[in-house]
């Protein structure tokens, strides 16, 4: 089996903007420094051919009650 390089694609699901939007107004408000978030690549899932997508969700940000955002 050889190992290639494929280009990665990004989603973003509807639910990431969602929770962005509700984090922006009740906890960064004017803050604008980088905030750390998660995101997955499921390679198993990708059908051959085609290229991996890293995929963002509301999940993305953690857990903002126990502060690890």
């Known amino acids: ?14 639910s990431f903007f ?4 509700k984090l922006k107004l009740d906890s960064f408000k004017l ?9 997955v690549v499921n390679i198993a899932s990708t059908p051959q ?5 890293v995929t963002v969700e509301d999940s993305s940000f953690g857990d903002e009650s126990c502060g690890s955002l």
């Open 18 to 21: 969602q929770k962005l939007s």
């Open 1 to 14: 089996m050889d190992l290639t390089f494929s280009p990665i694609q990004s989603f973003a699901d509807a």
């Open 31 to 39: 803050d604008e420094t980088a905030k750390k978030i998660t995101g």
């Open 49 to 53: 051919g085609e290229n991996p997508a």
